[in-house]
């Protein structure tokens, strides 16, 4: 008599523990679907977002609800993303060596010019912020911690971009560029051009390419080969001339050479 297979991907002829890690796979998915999303998504919603069938995602939803990932509307039946999700980010920030030693970086920038610091790193084609000080005149929202922005339409990603090599760049990029304003850079070519002014100069530029209204500068910090890590001042355009621009980047250049060599110093890589 045939033996009773009780796990059903076993009877399928895959192993079992496949079924498990489909079945995570699609969580990590379902969490990233809600994360690039900045309203309640429905069951359909999210059916048609992930082509998942609607009954992996009531499990998936259940599950993810119950440990804190998910918050749900009983009125409208809509999810979002729930408070766990920013505790497991901040942990992450709370963990990374470099972030105290960036902030006060980050600080001294914000008090010498006035304008609102960044500090990101580079995820593939994206930047991810990772801390901000605002300029308490600033006017526009450019960035808030766990914000992604493509690396070709900000000053950070071509700083960060110009440290990795011709092919590297081709081979990391798409082909066409998506435009986030009507000067956002969507060629190869003129990212290319872009990365090179940006060795050549010390340090990264761009004049309303990711917000309109807003320029800004961009520095590598020069701890690891390469560099993974920028920092960046936002500057409205109605407030500074490119004289004043230039002056931002050489002190951005200045401050992560000095921040590159003291995270060294401390053994940080």
């Known amino acids: ?19 498990g890690v489909k079945s995570a796979r699609r969580a990590v998915d379902l969490i990233e679907t809600f994360a690039a999303n900045d309203v309640w998504l429905s069951l359909s919603d999210l059916h048609a977002r992930t082509g998942f069938p609607r009954s992996s995602l009531h499990g998936l939803l259940r599950t993810l609800l119950e440990a804190g ?9 809509r ?5 766990r999700a920013l505790i497991c980010g901040t942990a992450y920030l709370d963990r990374d060596a470099v972030v105290p030693f960036a902030t006060e970086a980050l600080e001294r920038i914000r ?11 580079r995820n593939a084609t994206e930047v ?9 005149r600033s006017t526009h929202l450019v960035s808030r911690v766990g914000r992604t922005l493509p690396t070709h339409a900000t000053a950070l990603g071509k700083a960060l971009l110009a440290e990795l090599t011709h092919d590297e760049i081709e081979a ?3 082909a066409s560029l998506t435009a986030l304003t009507p000067n956002t850079i969507t060629t190869l070519e003129g990212l290319h051009a872009e990365c090179a ?18 320029r800004c500068v961009a520095a590598v910090i020069p701890y690891r080969i390469p560099g993974t890590d920028a920092i960046s001042c936002s500057m409205p355009i109605s407030q500074v ?6 002056r931002v980047g050489e002190l951005l250049a200045e401050t992560t050479a000095e921040l590159g060599q003291q995270l060294r110093r401390a053994g940080i890589r």
């Open 69 to 77: 990932w998910l918050e749900a509307d009983a009125n409208t039946a």
């Open 1 to 19: 008599m045939p033996q009773k297979v009780d796990n059903p991907a076993v009877a399928d002829g895959a192993p079992a523990e496949s079924s």
């Open 128 to 136: 991810v912020y990772l801390e901000t000080r605002e300029s308490q």
């Open 79 to 83: 999810y979002r993303l729930g408070v």
């Open 172 to 174: 990391l990029m798409p």
């Open 197 to 214: 002014a940006t060795r050549e100069r010390g340090y990264a530029a761009e004049v309303e390419e990711g917000t309109l209204g807003v």
């Open 241 to 246: 001339t490119d004289a004043d621009a230039q």
């Open 111 to 121: 008090e010498k010019t006035g304008f609102t610091a960044h500090f990101a790193r």
